[in-house]
């Protein structure tokens, strides 16, 4: 089956925890991906909510695999901010490989939140976000 954004956002919370499980981890990703945010996932409010948050407050992400970071695209104007370190380690959700976005020595203000993604498509990953070991929403990468 093929995975994108739109598809993402019509799965309900189990089936997207099953995806993440089923899928690898992938390659570390490289250059810009789209975000999309995954809240209240299989409802109709979905996609009105992605929309939202993606022209308000955050669009996506900027990685550099050679070095292992990357930057958070926020704000209206796509700012580039919230440096992460990206490495592979295991998930919190099933203790497998998974790719982590690990915001606790660069980031005053997220210095609390781990992002865990995997890839489920070609050019498409699903990410999964904490809070400390709390899980918050899901969200998708499209490179």
């Not at 009105?48 to 993606?54: Q, Y």
């Not at 490989?97 to 865990?116: G, K, M, N, P």
Request: with cysteine.
């Amino acid at each position: 089956m093929a995975y994108d954004v739109h598809k993402l956002l019509q799965m309900q919370q189990a089936e997207l925890d099953d995806l993440f499980r089923g899928s690898p981890a992938g390659d570390l990703p490289n250059g810009e991906a789209k975000g999309t945010a995954i809240i209240s996932p299989g409802t109709v409010f979905s996609e009105s909510i992605a929309r939202m948050i993606s022209l308000f407050a955050w669009q996506g992400k900027v990685f550099d695999a050679s070095r292992g970071v990357l930057k958070n695209r926020i704000t209206p104007f796509g700012l580039e901010a919230i440096l992460a370190r990206v490495y592979k380690a295991d998930s919190w959700l099933d203790q497998k490989e998974c790719i982590v976005l690990d915001y606790s020595d660069t980031s005053l203000v997220a210095h609390w939140i781990r992002d865990e993604i995997r890839c489920v498509a070609p050019g498409v990953y699903l990410g999964k976000v904490y809070w400390d070991k709390a899980r918050l929403i899901d969200f998708c990468l499209e490179f």
